[in-house]
């Protein structure tokens, strides 16, 4: 009895690591350029975000504020934005799901002047991980700026592309 009982626990352990591990697919990684570069965006990051918000009409999820990113905690930016270094940031927030097993995730970044956006770009998308949730991943994964305001959006497609057409309004 008991190796049956060892048997069926080891099959449902399997399972549910099969299950987690599921959302194998590439997922699309984009930097945008940016049209309006050298405009810069008038607001707080928190301001700029309710704007996004307001503007995005796919977001059907209970969000929390937008938190700031204690930039002298180098894990914390590691892990909501994928930087290995904050010299160049001046400030962050970060919105997410407030629960939920969606994947979603905006970030706002205010480079600081004189620093390489284009640079901070390419970090942040290459540095930030998709699959940081249980169970989920982002389908795609954006970052795009305004001036020295960096968005990195990652979500499913049809989120990820709103809230960037929210973003350039």
Same mark, same amino acid.
């Given at each position: 009895?008991?190796?049956? @009982?060892?048997?069926?626990?080891?099959?449902?352990?399997?399972?549910?690591?099969?299950?987690?591990?599921?959302?194998?697919?590439?997922?699309?990684?984009?930097?945008?350029?940016?049209?309006?570069?050298?405009?810069?965006?008038?607001?707080?990051?928190?301001? @700029?975000?309710?704007?996004?918000?307001?503007?995005?009409?796919?977001?059907?999820?209970?969000?929390?504020?937008?938190?700031?990113?204690?930039?002298?905690?180098?894990?914390?930016?590691?892990?909501?934005?994928?930087?290995?270094?904050?010299?160049?940031?001046?400030?962050?927030?970060?919105?997410?799901?407030?629960?939920?097993? @969606?994947?979603?995730?905006?970030?706002?970044?205010?480079?600081?002047?004189?620093?390489?956006?284009?640079?901070?770009?390419?970090?942040?998308?290459?540095?930030?991980?998709?699959?940081?949730?249980?169970?989920?991943?982002?389908?795609?994964?954006?970052?795009?700026?305004?001036?020295?305001?960096?968005?990195?959006?990652?979500?499913?497609?049809? @989120?990820?592309?709103?809230?960037?057409?929210?973003?350039?309004?």
């Amino acid at each position: 009895m008991k190796k049956i @009982i060892c048997i069926l626990l080891a099959l449902a352990m399997t399972f549910a690591f099969a299950a987690c591990t599921g959302n194998s697919g590439d997922v699309e990684t984009t930097t945008e350029a940016a049209d309006n570069a050298a405009v810069e965006l008038e607001g707080t990051l928190e301001e @700029i975000t309710a704007n996004i918000y307001a503007n995005a009409t796919t977001i059907e999820m209970m969000l929390m504020d937008p938190m700031e990113i204690d930039l002298a905690d180098v894990d914390a930016a590691a892990s909501f934005i994928g930087v290995s270094s904050t010299d160049s940031i001046e400030r962050a927030v970060f919105s997410e799901p407030m629960i939920g097993s @969606i994947a979603y995730s905006m970030c706002l970044v205010k480079a600081k002047d004189g620093a390489d956006v284009e640079a901070l770009k390419n970090e942040i998308l290459e540095g930030v991980n998709y699959r940081k949730w249980i169970c989920v991943a982002a389908e795609k994964v954006l970052v795009t700026n305004c001036g020295n305001t960096i968005m990195m959006i990652m979500a499913a497609e049809t @989120i990820v592309d709103d809230v960037y057409n929210a973003f350039n309004i």
